[in-house]
């Protein structure tokens, strides 16, 4: 199965290469994800990058979308708009007669844009199959721009602490078993997650729970999992009361001006 997969990667891949290539207006065609973290297993799935001309956006897609048919029918395309990158464009796709796991995310950027999603501290070191003229490179990576970004980040996670975070024992007052644990989970424990990350990986401080089993300590990850599975309302109320004791220590132990010392350490932090 290990070896069908990575062969019908490398077909994906070359049919794609072999279709943008050729185009004056493609610059660049690179591969991120798995492949950027070295990560690929028989469950992973293709992140691909496409970098044209401001005007060939639309063009792009209808030449992605013959390649993919050439080598098997598109059974599902799903379009993504992202108002936070507007010079980008997203599509998913799943082709006929591949892993239900090799779904393929490709984005189409255009050249102006000043985000190619290249800063290796934050994506990885992608894979590049083709970079015409070496057009296409990742923009010095603004330390000070992220610290600020972390910074008021902070700032908003001790107020949304602060001020939401009982409604979780409010359901649970109520009895209402099904609220309490959705808070729980959406606010509580994701706080708890997001300052977990910026203790261990600031670059990724807003990654949630992607790559959580790569970048956390082995002990929180442990410690985590035994947080998000709950038996019954009496377990979730033992472990959201854990769970808060845990994010307030965290929350009183990190200082706004900690935040340049992170980002300037050069070994991982271990959290207890």
């Known amino acids: 199965m290990k070896g069908n997969m990575e062969l019908r ?39 691909f990058y496409v970098v044209v001309d401001d005007d060939k956006v639309n063009d792009t897609f209808a030449i992605i979308e013959k390649a993919l048919e050439s080598i098997s029918r598109i059974s599902q395309k799903c379009e993504r708009q992202n108002p936070e990158w507007p010079d980008m464009s997203q599509a998913f796709y799943r082709l006929e007669g591949t892993s239900e796991y090799l779904l393929i ?11 190619k999603f290249l800063q290796p501290e934050i994506h990885g070191n992608v894979l590049f199959h083709f970079n015409k003229s070496n057009m296409v490179k990742a923009l010095p990576f603004d330390k000070a721009h992220l610290v600020t970004k972390i910074q008021r980040g902070l700032e908003r996670l ?18 209402n078993k099904l609220e ?42 442990k410690r985590l999992e035994h947080l998000y599975f709950v038996r019954d309302d009496v377990d979730l109320k033992s472990k959201y009361d854990e769970a808060t ?10 200082r706004e001006d900690d935040v340049r010392k992170i980002m300037g350490a050069t070994e991982t932090k271990s959290i207890p």
């Open 158 to 175: 001790r107020a949304r602490y602060s001020m939401f975070n009982k409604f979780v024992q409010k359901e649970i007052n109520r009895g």
């Open 9 to 47: 990667r490398e077909k994906i891949v070359r049919a794609l290469n072999d279709a943008l290539a050729p185009l004056d207006y493609a610059k660049a065609f690179y591969e991120g994800g798995a492949v950027a973290f070295n990560r690929i297993d028989e469950w992973s799935d293709l992140d």
């Open 105 to 115: 995310d490709l984005v189409v950027i255009k050249l102006s844009s000043p985000e």
């Open 180 to 221: 309490a644990i959705d808070l729980y989970h959406n606010l509580t424990l994701a706080m708890l997650v997001d300052v977990l990350r910026l203790k261990n990986n600031p670059f990724h401080w807003d990654f949630r729970m992607h790559y959580i089993h790569y970048e956390l300590p082995q002990e929180v990850v």
């Open 245 to 254: 004791q845990w994010l307030c220590e965290l929350l009183s132990e990190i």
